[in-house]
């Protein structure tokens, strides 16, 4: 069987069930529970260690009670935020107020599910999967301003319309970046984006394609953090210095949604920043560079790396893109609301137009490294 | 004349920002990388190791020589300083005549920390101590004796 065309659990599915709608039912619910599981799992984790890296960052040592190294702080807080009231504001739009919280999240998990975490590990592969993403990710706006509106409250209005113009227009320059990435692989395929990088370090689109690549990725990291809506880019929330933004009304579960979100979205934006730049699924690897004495060595030690599965390897790709995330978040002061609207339609939507165009002429005259 | 000034800025900008924003980056990651400049204390825990900064004020404390004597004199200046009634002296006289420190009352439960009594001393007689465990069961304990023995030593 080969490991790398196979659909392996879906195919096993199907073999052994008697009707196809078994297999289908069977099926969906592996994916979604697959799915829920990668999301929400993590989700624990990484507030923990979002809290210990803004610690350590300051001189800190962050929760170290509950737990080992405060391990747990994070199920107490979970725990604490569901047994708490969930209140309905007087005027809300009831429908729209409990159905916004599920929209990001759902964005999230349609992102989650066309991302391969291995040679056989991906719940869809639509072959226009690079759209799909764009268009999924776009829930998340559509969230962030029903809450805004159906809260009947003026300033979580003013936040939700802060946030939706901050999040749509950075999603321009952030589909610029994954078409950029589509234009170099030649697919917008997202596991063909990955098998297009197959090789060493230098084969990753970072470095393949020269200075295009580390501009792409700098720029992506940019627009991700700002789509996001974590710090610097937070001014949808801002806890210093506004009240909460679109979720002022929002409490207990249907608060935790929003808080969910944004940390499935953070996973899934590094797994897409993995994929197109970071070789996705496939392991990290030394380039030799043709030089004779170190070729066996490189190699020998190449093949122990490559022992490790994919998924290993996207998940450090993904906790490493996680971590720089913290850090802009834990080092940067957070600029003004126009100076973020300038920075995107100013200098990152030129920028990513005029990457496009030289990407495409990198391309005419093969300057992309072999 | 105008676009290559703008220009100019534009780049000039670009690249500075770029540098301040690595500056930025460096120092918050040479704060991750050296867990031995994190100052939070485990304090229950290494209540036996706990080191406090030499500065910090937590009561006012009277030194006391190997002999047990200490320097104050009973002149009353350090109550006197005292803006919120902290420190009672009560001097008493010795078998010469001579009036001397009876009992140094100091009343932790009123104390500011604010310094002035030790900044007043003409004598050297009272400090500034670590000490902050200051919880007591009863509001008597709150009044401390400072002195351990009375008169001048």
Redesign the interface.
Known sequence: MDLSTTNFIGDLVREYSPYSWVASIVNGVIAIVAIMAVGVGPSPMLIWWERKVAAFTQARLGPMRVGPWGLLQTVCDVIKLLFKELITPHGADKLLFFLAPALPLTGSFLVLAVIPWDHNLQVANPGMGVPFIIAVSSLGILGTLLAGWSSNNKFSLLGALRCGAQMISYEVSLSLIMLFVVLMSGSADVREIVLSQQGNVTDWWIIKAPFLGIAAFVMYMISATAELNRGPFDMSEAEQELTAGFHTEYSSTAFAMFFLAEYINMVATSALASVFFLGGFLPFAFPDFGFAPIVGVVASINGALAILPGFFWMAGKILFLITLFMFFRWTYPRPRVDQLMSLEWKFLLPANLILLGLGAVFIAFGLILP | MAAPVILDTYFKR?VLGALG?LK??S???G??FR?S????E?YPENRKTLKLHPAFRGEVIMPHDENGDHKCTGCTLCEKACPNATISVLNTKNIAGKKVLGKYIYRIDQCTLCGLCIEACPFDAIHMGNGFEHARTQRDGFDLILNKKEGRG
């Open positions: 670009t924003l930025g980056m120092v918050t990651l704060y991750f867990p400049r994190i100052l939070t485990q």
